[in-house]
């Protein structure tokens, strides 16, 4: 248990659709942050969130929204993906960015079709 | 197309002997280092770190080195065991870069 949780564990949706992806840490930090893991690239940065504002954007598609309205809670919205966005989606935590150690939840496997 | 899937190195080594598994890494302003761990199903779990100012530091049953030289990190796993198995990652840099990863594999 690594104070992390994510969900769904497993999400699998259409094209055309709408979903999300929530993540809540418990461990008090102040960092959050979106990875992806796919077949075919090690792990992505996607975002991060620092005090609840975002800092980084890595180049991001714009269907992926995400969204922190605490320093707790990191959701990720989904609308109108591709094939190729199927992975692994993970969440972590620091208490800080740049330095110390990253928690990171056990994922959210996305399967678009 | 058929996809192809992410080619990683492995390393195969038998229960009990250490292991050695190394990182090259091309930010030379980077001054922190850590490894993790991702076991299958998992997310990656944190194993040791690592500040520029420093040339080795131990863990238990770990060790991790670091050559600014040459910008190498490795990691270092004393009488690997069968719940070592799994994908080792280094990470430095500025939003903890990740880098491709190197499956150990324990073998009996």
């Known amino acids: 248990e690594t104070g992390v949780t994510q969900t769904p564990r497993h999400l699998v949706m259409g094209m055309t659709n709408k979903k999300s992806l929530k993540c809540e840490q418990h461990?008090?930090?102040?960092?959050m942050y979106w990875y992806k893991q796919s077949a075919k690239k090690p792990l992505e940065l996607m975002f991060v969130?620092?005090?609840?504002?975002?800092?980084e954007n890595n180049s991001v598609p714009s269907r992926f929204s995400p969204e922190c309205p605490n320093s707790s809670h990191l959701f990720l919205h989904l609308h109108t993906l591709q094939p190729e966005d199927s992975a692994l989606y993970l969440c972590?935590?620091?208490?800080?960015?740049?330095?110390?150690?990253?928690?990171f939840g056990e994922g959210s496997r996305l399967t678009v079709l | 197309g058929e996809s192809v899937g992410l080619h990683l190195p492995t390393l195969s080594v038998q229960e009990g002997d250490n292991s050695i598994i190394n990182c090259a890494y091309s930010?030379?302003?980077?001054?922190?280092f850590i490894w993790y761990k991702q076991e299958s199903g998992k997310g990656p779990q944190f194993i040791i770190d690592?500040?520029?100012?420093?040339d080795k530091r131990q863990g238990q049953r770990v060790t991790v080195l670091l050559n600014k030289t040459v910008k190498h990190l490795s990691l270092q796993i004393a009488a690997t065991q069968p719940g070592d198995s799994a994908v080792y990652f280094c990470?430095?840099?500025?939003?903890?870069?990740f880098g491709p990863g190197t499956r150990l594999s324990v073998l009996p």
């Open positions: 972590a935590s620091s208490q800080k960015t740049n330095t110390g150690e990253l928690f």
């Open positions: 930010n030379s302003a980077s001054d922190y």
């Open positions: 690592i500040r520029s100012n420093m």
């Open positions: 461990l008090g930090h102040n960092a």
């Open positions: 969130y620092n005090f609840k504002e975002q800092t």
């Open positions: 990470v430095y840099g500025q939003n903890f870069v």
